[in-house]
């Protein structure tokens, strides 16, 4: 059974920095591209970082490119989303997506495997 585990949202001032994990049981997480999507009320799901199975590439969309990292331990079957200097537009339910394959993609609809979710809330 796989299952994706996001922890570390909650609450923070602009300006603040939050890491979040996604914890991966149940498959062989180095054979997957792993994403970081968010949510926000009202709008489409986001792609806010992206990394191959390696580690070696990784996306960021142009609103969060220098503030946001996205890094994994294959050893640990984790991925993280290191979030700096946080914007209340930043404020969504952010999600860890897996993806059987090398690369990774912006589409939310090719991923195979979802986590339930975390809430970032970011005041001003």
């Known amino acids: 059974q796989v299952q994706l585990v996001e922890s570390g949202g909650g609450l923070v001032q602009a300006g603040g920095s939050l890491r979040l994990s996604c914890a991966a049981s149940g498959v062989t997480f180095s054979s997957y591209a792993m994403g970081w999507f968010r949510q926000a009320p009202g709008k489409e799901r986001e792609c806010v970082g992206a990394i191959d199975r390696s580690g070696g590439s990784t996306y960021y969309p142009a609103s969060v490119k220098g503030r946001f990292t996205i890094s994994r331990d294959n050893a640990k079957n984790t991925v993280y989303l290191q979030m700096n200097s946080l914007k209340p537009e930043d404020t969504a339910i952010y999600y860890c997506?897996?993806?059987?394959?090398?690369?990774?993609?912006?589409?939310?609809?090719?991923?195979?495997?979802w986590g339930q979710g975390t809430q970032v809330t970011v005041s001003s």
């Open positions: 997506a897996a993806r059987r394959g090398s690369m990774y993609y912006v589409s939310p609809n090719v991923y195979d495997y």
